[in-house]
């Protein structure tokens, strides 16, 4: 399978816990994003790298949040002080341009229950 | 601030008939309109897109129609299958719009009876 990989499924953890989630994109592809999902809402946009440089944050990315690209391949989400409100599905996508030109590739998400 | 409205939230559909999808949109800057299909427990996936420049995009049983001057779009399925049960998004998005931009809808969840 080539597509796009996240890890893991599904993350519970209890309220002010840490919590790091992993995104292999599809190997060509050099963005990648990070969008959050709740339920009965459409994905919305966190952040986005071009290969190892982080390009742009959301205002929902709060200080507690934080991204990485290291090398321009994988990458990890870190939630800090987990709080209930962070309860959502995390899904990775990856293109190969910008999503106005390639389409976005989403992985099957993170499930993030915070107890 | 909603930028993408999408209707109805939920829809129900006779198999082989034809299920339509609305969005409208605020923001006069979006020029490309793509539609994303959700099953439980996966990814989005792009289904289909447009631009402006047209009023209807086909592919296959899928199809799009553009209204600009009503800032209103549709995805219309014809012929729908009990497999095409999913959740369904519109989302649009500007030029230089950081991130491309996209803004989704709420979804809609289709749901084809046999």
């Known amino acids: 399978d080539t597509g796009v990989s996240q890890n893991p499924r599904h993350k519970i953890t209890k309220r002010g816990q840490n919590v790091t989630f992993r995104c292999d994109p599809i190997?060509?592809?050099?963005?990648l994003y990070w969008y959050r999902q709740t339920l009965g809402q459409g994905p919305e946009f966190l952040t986005y790298?071009?290969?190892?440089?982080?390009?742009?944050k959301s205002r929902l990315l709060s200080d507690r949040f934080s991204a990485e690209r290291p090398k321009g391949s994988f990458s990890t989400l870190e939630i800090q002080r987990t709080e209930q409100g962070d309860s959502a599905m995390y899904l990775c996508?990856?293109?190969?341009?910008?999503?106005?030109?390639?389409?976005?590739?989403f992985g099957n998400g993170t499930r993030l229950t915070v107890t | 601030q909603q930028q993408v409205k999408q209707s109805p939230q939920s829809l129900i559909v006779q198999k082989g008939g034809i299920s339509i999808i609305n969005c409208a949109y605020e923001?006069?800057?979006?020029?490309?309109f793509p539609w994303y299909q959700q099953f439980p427990g996966k990814g989005p996936a792009l289904l289909i897109a447009?631009?402006?420049?047209?009023s209807e995009k086909k592919e296959g049983r899928f199809t799009i129609s553009f209204n600009k001057s009503a800032k209103q779009f549709s995805l219309h399925i014809m012929d729908s299958q009990p497999g095409d049960s999913a959740t369904y998004f519109c989302?649009?998005?500007?030029?230089?719009?950081?991130?491309?931009?996209?803004?989704f809808g709420k979804g809609t969840h289709l749901i084809i009876q046999p």
């Open positions: 923001n006069t800057a979006f020029d490309y």
């Open positions: 989302a649009a998005s500007k030029p230089g719009g950081g991130a491309d931009g996209l803004t």
């Open positions: 790298f071009q290969n190892e440089a982080q390009l742009e």
């Open positions: 190997s060509e592809h050099n963005r």
């Open positions: 447009i631009r402006p420049d047209v």
């Open positions: 996508a990856s293109s190969l341009q910008g999503a106005r030109n390639s389409p976005l590739h």
